[in-house]
């Protein structure tokens, strides 16, 4: 399956309503590189109000069901496009990340369509991953760890866009 149609709605529709987001877990692992695969995209954010408000504005430009499916414990919502199948889980939080705007400072800017997606670095991912300490991300950390080192070999990250 190419994903490549489903992330130029997303980063089109992300830039239309204005959320400033970061692409993480496996999603933007593969888009480093990483041979592994996955049914849904992560997203990092900031919590503010009007991000609430722009979440929202996302779903209903994407036809999407808003959910917030570990409440109260977490305050990750949840998007969900019933004709698709298509899911985005927008956190405040990542495990090993201070800050959104750190995670933003070392993430690369990749082209989708009439938009750029930020995605963040795999030494962000791999930090996040070991940190959550979940069987399935530590199942994936060694093709990760892999792809980071062949990826410094070659010279690094892909160049940001501007």
Do not use: C
Not at 138 to 148: G, N, P
Request: glycine share 4%; net charge positive.
């Amino acid at each position: 399956m190419n994903a490549e149609p489903y992330l130029i709605v997303v980063a089109e529709a992300l830039q239309e309503v204005g959320l400033d987001a970061v692409l993480v877990g496996n999603a933007a692992a593969a888009l480093q590189g990483a041979p592994v695969t996955t049914l849904d995209l992560d997203f990092m954010f900031r919590m503010t109000p009007a991000n609430v408000r722009k979440v929202k504005a996302l779903a209903r430009q994407l036809h999407a069901t808003v959910f917030k499916p570990y409440f109260p414990a977490s305050d990750m919502f949840r998007l969900a496009v019933e004709d698709t199948g298509l899911q985005l889980d927008f956190l405040s939080v990542l495990h090993a990340v201070r800050s959104f705007e750190s995670l933003r400072s070392r993430a690369v800017a990749i082209r989708f369509g009439r938009a750029k997606l930020w995605v963040a670095s795999l030494d962000d991912i791999i930090r996040s991953k070991k940190a959550l300490g979940r069987p399935k991300d530590l199942a994936v950390l060694a093709i990760l760890e892999r792809t980071a080192h062949a990826k410094a070999k070659e010279g690094g990250e892909p160049k940001r866009e501007a």
